[in-house]
């Protein structure tokens, strides 16, 4: 049965087959594309195709082994992060890397190869991956590693689900005394302070990221906080387990209009303010630290049915920050407005051939969808990418020209050459890969 499908940012929306079962080998089989909880933004989890087929990973979601020793866990693509922090936890055994949201799959933070606020320090997620079961575009099961079929191994992290089907993920999670987070934050009165405490902030902490006031003009441009984070002490941490948090849905499609420059203005003050006042300090738990978005469910209904996306680059470390000043020039000059703007400091890249990280700063931005508006503003904002040779995350990725991204990211002949041997006949696709990698549609 035809479903409309789309990513997070909800823009664009296709018509197609979602085949979702507990046996996930044969949901894969034959789909031109696997997908997770469709927490990618852009079109990277959709097909190309009204009327294609998809597989659904979300019920494929058994952990198969858990060593308590070792902490190495062997589980089905469809495993949420949230499931497997419920089960690791407790037994002092958490996710080596935390995107900003549990509703992920560990199939989607393998094919994203997903980062999180301990880049510099961790690397991706796929730095700790050991294993993986995939299917082939031609049908066949391969266990692969870094010593078996190397080479598919590096192209499938970050490879966006175009290398095969992810059926298993096997991970080394990482030990901690306790599963509570010390957290400290500081306020950063403008883009260059926020910067230098940023850097600052990454050789003294595992866990760092800033919140940029991205619509601030003159000589606070750029105001922000920085917070930091790391695993508690046993010492320092409360006894207990932390218990789950709750969710407040959000229960309809806002008009559009309402996540506008004058209410993110208005949001963005009272956040500083707030932070200014009152700037945390200590214990916290470790949802509200790595999660905070995850604590209203739905919340890309804020945005209204048009939708929003999320424009997210990494810039090399030199020029950094003027191209983040250039960035807010053009943004508030195209009369848009950025809800949640973040900066995070990457570390080296690892061992996934098209993986987002390199050293650098990266910025994110959410921008409402208002067509072609916000074509011109994501090609104004690349050229600004591409003068800094930086590059932008396909995770987060719905209208960057192919031009543009080849210009970007030249790794990716290589990759597809990769690709080209395990998939001569072009089998696996997604509307992606049509739009940005030249697949035929
Ligand atoms: C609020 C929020 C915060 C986020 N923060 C971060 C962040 O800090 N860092 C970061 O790196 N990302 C972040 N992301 C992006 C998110 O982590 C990635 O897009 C992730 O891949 C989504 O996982 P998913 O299971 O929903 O996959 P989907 O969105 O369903 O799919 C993403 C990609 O993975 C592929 N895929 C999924 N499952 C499989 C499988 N079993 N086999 C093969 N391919 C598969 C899909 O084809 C697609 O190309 C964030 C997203 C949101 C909504």
Redesign the pocket.
């Known amino acids: 049965m035809s479903q409309r499908l789309s990513?997070?940012g909800r823009f664009p929306v296709v018509d197609c087959t979602e085949r979702a079962s507990e046996d996930?080998v044969a949901s894969?089989r034959g789909a031109v594309?696997?997908?997770?909880?469709?927490?990618?933004?852009g079109d990277?989890?959709l097909p190309a195709h009204a009327g294609d087929v998809?597989?659904g990973?979300r019920f494929?979601n058994r952990i198969l082994a858990f060593d308590a020793a070792t902490g190495v866990l062997r589980a089905e693509?469809?495993l949420?992060l949230s499931e497997m922090d419920a089960v690791s936890r407790p037994r002092g055994w958490v996710s080596p890397?935390?995107?900003?949201?549990s509703?992920?799959?560990?199939?989607?933070?393998?094919?994203?190869?997903?980062?999180?606020?301990n880049h510099h320090v961790k690397g991706?997620?796929g730095e700790h991956v050991r294993a993986l079961l995939?299917m082939t575009a031609d049908g066949r099961l391969l266990e692969i590693s870094r010593e078996v079929e190397g080479e598919l191994f590096a192209a499938?992290l970050g490879?966006?689900?175009?290398?095969?089907?992810?059926?298993e993920?096997e991970v080394q999670l990482h030990r901690v005394e306790a599963p509570w987070i010390h957290t400290e934050e500081e306020i950063a009165t403008d883009l260059a302070d926020l910067v230098v405490r940023l850097r600052k902030a990454s050789r003294e902490w595992p866990y760092t990221v800033a919140w940029v006031d991205s619509l601030m003009r003159g000589r606070a441009m750029g105001r922000g906080v920085v917070m930091k984070g790391r695993w508690a002490g046993a010492d320092e941490a409360p006894d207990e387990l932390p218990r789950p948090l709750k969710r407040i849905p959000m229960p309809l499609d806002l008009p559009g209009w309402v996540l506008g420059p004058w209410s993110v203005k208005a949001f963005d003050a009272v956040f500083y303010k707030a932070h200014e006042w009152r700037p945390k300090h200590g214990i916290v738990h470790p949802d509200t630290f790595f999660?905070p978005?995850?604590s209203i469910l739905d919340?890309?209904r804020m945005y209204g049915r048009r939708g929003f996306i999320?424009h997210?680059c990494v810039l090399p470390v030199d020029d950094g920050e003027q191209v983040v000043h250039r960035f807010f020039d053009t943004l508030t000059s195209s009369g848009s407005a950025s809800f949640l703007t973040?900066l995070?400091d990457c570390g080296p890249e690892g061992t996934g051939m098209i993986s987002?990280?390199r050293p650098g700063l990266s910025v994110?931005l959410d921008i409402p969808m208002r067509g072609a508006e916000t074509q011109a503003l994501v090609d104004a904002l690349n050229r600004h990418v591409l003068e800094a040779g930086g590059r932008i995350?396909?995770?987060?990725d719905a209208l960057t020209r192919p031009e543009d991204f080849a210009a970007m990211d030249p790794r990716i002949d290589a990759w597809n050459a990769v690709r080209r041997r395990w998939d001569p006949e072009g089998r696996l696709k997604?509307a992606?890969s049509v739009r940005l990698l030249g697949d035929e549609a």
Do not use: E, I
Request: aromatic residues 10%.
């Open positions: 990513g997070w996930l894969c594309l696997t997908r997770g909880l469709g927490r990618s933004y990277a989890s998809v597989a990973t494929g693509a469809g949420s890397v935390c995107p900003g949201t509703y992920v799959t560990l199939g989607g933070m393998v094919a994203s190869d997903v980062h999180g606020k991706t997620f995939v499938t490879g966006m689900g175009l290398t095969g089907h992810l059926v993920v999660y978005l995850d919340w890309n999320q997210q973040v995070k987002f990280p994110a995350y396909l995770a987060k997604s992606l």
